[in-house]
T-cell receptor, first 113, second 114 residues
């Protein structure tokens, strides 16, 4: 059973460009979470999604950031018009219904030049 | 809101030393508690968990006991190895009106020297 798959592992963007990060949950998992890890900081919750539905986006910045988890295909975290402060590691996690244990991917490391 | 506070790192120990990483939490209700470990360049892996008061989670020689009276979930290991060098995160479950998620502490870096 493959784990949570994230791609790209590393992404470099210039200020003002768009970044798209993809996450495929573990087989059988219907819940996806996105977390951001800034240098020297812990993990900050961003958004929690189920298929075609955003459950909790209380940690998402109000502008430039969006997330989706379509019926088919991976979950996408999209950052428009990136700025240097967006440089971070973005982790995706998934869980089965009714379980608290999260299974994490290896992360996507975004660098904004 | 719910929150987790961990002792600051980095923690540097010699091999075979005793390890304690403190974790305290603030929560309404009865959350589940977790310790996750992150090795360099990797994602987080679940180390152990406890779902109710007085439960003890254990794995790979690590232990933590859910203490409701002191709102704590301290991580301990009797004899650390160089391979235990990693960042350790304490977390709690947060069940709100909008569904559930885990809230993480800031992480504690452990460095074990031979």
């Amino acid at each position: 059973n493959a784990g949570v798959m994230q791609n790209p592992r590393h992404l470099v963007r210039r200020r003002g460009q768009e970044a798209r990060l993809r996450c495929s949950p573990m087989k059988g998992h219907s819940h996806v979470y996105w977390y951001r890890q800034l240098p020297e900081e812990g993990l900050k919750f961003m958004v929690y999604l189920q298929k075609e539905n955003i459950i909790d986006e209380s940690g998402m910045p109000k502008e430039r950031f969006s997330a989706e988890f379509p019926k088919e295909g991976p979950s996408i975290l999209r950052i428009q018009q990136v700025v240097r402060g967006d440089s971070a590691a973005y982790f995706c996690a998934s869980s089965p219904v009714g379980e608290w244990e999260l299974f994490f991917g290896e992360g996507s490391r975004l660098t904004v030049l | 809101g719910n929150s987790v506070t961990q002792m600051e790192g980095p923690v540097t120990l010699s091999e075979e030393a005793f390890l304690t990483i403190n974790c305290t939490y603030t929560a309404t209700g009865y959350p589940s508690l977790f310790w996750y470990v992150q090795y360099p360049g990797e994602g987080l892996q679940l180390l152990l968990k406890a779902t109710k008061a007085d439960d003890k989670g254990s794995n790979k020689g690590f232990e933590a006991t859910y203490r409701k009276e002191t709102t704590s979930f301290h991580l301990e290991k009797g004899s650390v190895q160089v391979s235990d060098s990693a960042v350790y995160f304490c977390a709690l479950s947060d069940q709100g009106n909008q569904g559930g998620k885990l809230i993480f502490g800031q992480g504690t870096e452990l460095s074990v020297k031979p």
